[in-house]
């Protein structure tokens, strides 16, 4: 992400759901044991230790989960460290990070929004723009957005933008809220997730995030993308189409 924050997935074939992966300060899978401490290049205060977890949630046995980390290193300072499984006290599995081959976005899986003006919003803000939303092989996406007429106050990151269970932005109700696979993860159309956008002082906004909601091209295509404001209020509402 443009952040330095990275999208950690799991796709594992696992029986116990109360189990974590972190990345480890090792770079071999035979010096676990109970000293090995997370891959971080500052300590982590006590009360975010647990935003360097990704919680394994378990659906017939398999996990496909995410979440959004951020320890301080790029790809580069990754390579080649442990990811490790743990049921705690005991380690269950582990594994060497390497590159991955052809996992970039996809221009032939890619999904485009329009955006205008939220069903009832009175401006205030008129905010315009598009919104992509291109898929890689492992289910991914790179969520990327060109915005114009967002507050200013928007450049502290903290201003959502994320895809809709609804399939229309005709009125409120049909927008309905954030669209996510619950069975299988957490919902990250969160600030914690990184679903924000950043602006400048003249209140555009151009960027992208990488996340993973649990469903595929096909089940996001046709679904609401929505703009919020530092309230949390929605501005403006987009339905994303097939781009060929």
């Not at 594992?12 to 759901?17: K, R, V």
């Not at 770079?27 to 360097?52: A, G, K």
Request: with cysteine.
């Amino acid at each position: 992400n443009e952040d330095g924050s990275f999208l950690m997935t799991t796709d594992l074939e696992i029986g116990n759901p109360n189990s974590v992966a972190f990345i480890a300060n090792t770079t071999s899978c035979n010096e676990i044991d109970q000293y090995t401490f997370l891959h971080n290049l500052e300590p982590v205060p006590p009360d975010e230790v647990s935003n360097q977890f990704v919680g394994l949630s378990v659906v017939d046995g398999f996990s496909n989960n995410a979440s959004r980390i951020d320890n301080g290193f790029l790809a580069d300072g990754n390579e080649g460290y442990a990811i490790v499984i743990v049921m705690f006290p005991v380690y269950i599995g582990c594994g060497i990070l390497s590159y991955a081959i052809n996992n970039e976005p996809s221009d032939g899986m890619l999904l485009k929004a329009t955006m205008d003006v939220y069903p009832g919003y009175t401006p205030g803000l008129t905010v315009s723009g598009s919104v992509a939303v291109a898929y890689r092989n492992d289910g991914t996406f790179k969520f990327s957005y060109n915005l114009e007429g967002v507050e200013t106050t928007c450049a502290d990151g903290t201003c959502g933008i994320h895809i809709h269970a609804g399939t229309s932005c005709a009125t409120d109700n049909a927008v309905q809220g954030h669209y996510w696979n619950w069975l299988i993860l957490q919902d990250l159309w969160t600030t914690a997730g990184g679903a924000v956008y950043v602006a400048d002082d003249m209140g555009n906004a151009e960027g992208f995030f990488s996340l993973y909601n649990g469903f595929s091209f096909g089940k996001n295509l046709g679904h609401a993308v929505v703009v919020h404001d530092h309230n949390g209020t929605r501005i403006a509402c987009g339905v994303l189409e097939a781009f060929v």
